[in-house]
């Protein structure tokens, strides 16, 4: 009797091939990182119209064009991992640490017709006008060519005040508000200008020729007086009463802990 002939099998697998290959997978586009987007996650929107951005932009540039978009990792910036029968020193994984606020913070973009954000966004006040009720906050006021540290006084109108030309300058247009977080930052006494040593300041904003300008708290007549303060100032400069207060000595500077 001579043998049966013996079967072939057949691999489904070699019959099709997959849609799912290198050459035919094309990733999807985020609607969050479209051209002239930042490159930072987009905030939360919040209920109240207001949202978060990562520091003041550029005056007469908007937002999005300030952020080149790098879609491309190098070879550097890809994760590395261990190769196979690598021996690693600990398997626990390391402990986590927040990412370090951006060096301006995280402000609410407004303007001198927008709603005041709730408390819950704009934070503590960290001081009071000189009738002892009305909150005072911190901000950035926008000109043209330069970004200058105010006080927002919710209960004026306009309640954007800025140290100016030797007077209180009622700002109308753009401003920022900077929250103040006791959790992450703090007043430093100094005088003179001076960065204390081994401080980073939160930085307020810019004069016309580029130099830094950061928060300040002065004493006037009695009252906490938010303002501007810089290096190149040799002290800080407040709005209060209607005129620009230069204090030289026992001031302090909004830093980051």
Sequence with gaps: MSPRPRRRSVDSSSSSSSSDSDSGYKPKKDKHHRAGHAAFPTPVHHPSGHIPSPGFPLPGVSRGNQHAQNPMASESDRPQFPVGGEHRASEHPPPYSAPAPPPSGYRLPLTTTSAFPPLEQA??????????????????????????PCKIVPSLNPPCRVPYGGGEHEHNGRYDLLPFTPETMEWVPTSHGRIPDGRRPVEGGYEEHGAKLYHALAQVSGIHVPGKTGEHLGGCNVAFGGAEHTIRENYAILCWK
């Design 123 to 148: 934070g503590r006040p960290p001081c009071f006008d000189a009738d002892g009720q009305s909150p005072v906050f911190l901000g950035s006021a926008l000109f043209p060519n330069s970004v200058h």
